[in-house]
């Protein structure tokens, strides 16, 4: 294992009855047990029990993000603005991917809008992503993509800029605490 990993939060935004989100959410888990700079902890909103501290303390431990997110009338889900908005310090110079899916435009609108909550808290977006475009129709019936090679290289790209920003912003923060 790579020395000091990077402690990665993987956010499930969708708390909708009968949502995809799972799906999308297994493989990208997946993806990450691949690298050795990783440490992972899956916050699924949907979890029963799942309380405003201990949502504070995981985000607070994390180093870097991925925000699983459908989109939904053009933009997120409610519950994860709630996510998001309940805590404020814990994202501050810390970095955010995001691996997005719904019908044609793969969820692309409610990334766009994230990009702008998340600035508005001093995390850093990374430019690359992982977009599902008509994603019920690009998974099997095991939940894998139906183009595997394709979305396994869209996840690495991201978690490479991922990891490189959670380390200068890690080193950053070491030399001096960031003060918004």
């Known amino acids: ?76 889900p409610a519950p994860l603005k709630n996510a998001i908005d309940w805590h404020s310090k814990e994202w501050r110079a810390k970095p955010v991917g995001f691996v997005s899916y719904g019908g044609i435009s793969g969820g692309l609108r409610a990334v766009e809008q994230l990009r702008q909550v998340f600035a508005e808290l001093h995390a850093v977006t990374v430019q690359r992503a992982v977009s599902f475009h008509g994603a019920w129709a690009y998974f099997d019936e095991q939940g894998q993509p139906k183009d595997p090679e394709r979305y396994a290289r869209a996840a690495k790209a991201m978690l490479d800029q991922l990891v490189w920003w959670a380390r200068a912003l890690r080193a950053a923060r070491a030399e001096r605490p960031y003060v918004a």
Do not use: K
Not at 28 to 46: E, K, P, S
């Open 1 to 76: 294992m790579t020395s000091n990993p990077i402690q990665l939060a993987i956010i499930i935004g969708s708390t909708r009855e009968g949502r995809f989100a799972p799906v999308v959410a297994n493989w990208f888990a997946a993806q990450t047990t691949q690298r050795d700079d990783l440490i992972v902890d899956v916050i699924d909103l949907a979890e029963p029990g799942l309380t405003a501290s201990a949502m504070a303390r995981r985000v607070e431990e994390a180093e870097a993000f991925v925000v699983i997110t459908p989109e939904y009338n053009h933009s997120f």
